[in-house]
Nanobody, 115 residues
Framework: QVQLVESGGGLVQPGGSLRLSCAAS????????MGWYRQPPGKERELVAI???????NYADSVKGRFTIARDNAKNMAYLQMNDLQPEDTAVYYC?????????WGKGAQVTVSS
């Protein structure tokens, strides 16, 4: 089993920045995929960014150039640096870890972008 805990959410003004962290614990296999997803109010959950154990990354078009995903394999941590945040980035942000065909989710962190 794997447990994921997100932190770093909050309220920020448009144009501001936040950094989300995801702490993974439990049985972590050597190769895995970690990602950030978000669910805006009244909408479906969507992919934000993913990163594998070799730090290969992929981003949703809507966040390219503004968000950066990173990970620290030694600490079993993943991060999402979010810059130039806009009201449409308001959502609950979830961390996900995928390994050996299993998917694990955190409980989410609220990010609200508002003036």
């Amino acid at each position: 089993q794997v447990q994921l805990v997100e932190s770093g959410g909050g309220l920020v003004q448009p144009g501001g920045s936040l950094r989300l962290s995801c702490a993974a614990s439990g049985t972590i296999i050597g190769f895995n995929l970690m990602g950030w997803y978000r669910q805006p109010p009244g909408k479906e959950r969507e992919l934000v960014a993913i990163i594998n154990s070799y730090s290969t990354t992929n981003y949703a078009d809507s966040v390219k150039g503004r968000f950066t995903i990173a990970r620290d394999n030694a600490k079993n941590m993943a991060y999402l640096q979010m810059n130039d945040l806009q009201p449409e980035d308001t959502a609950v942000y979830y961390c996900k870890l995928s390994q050996r065909g299993n998917n694990y989710w955190g409980k989410g962190a609220q990010v609200t972008v508002s003036s």
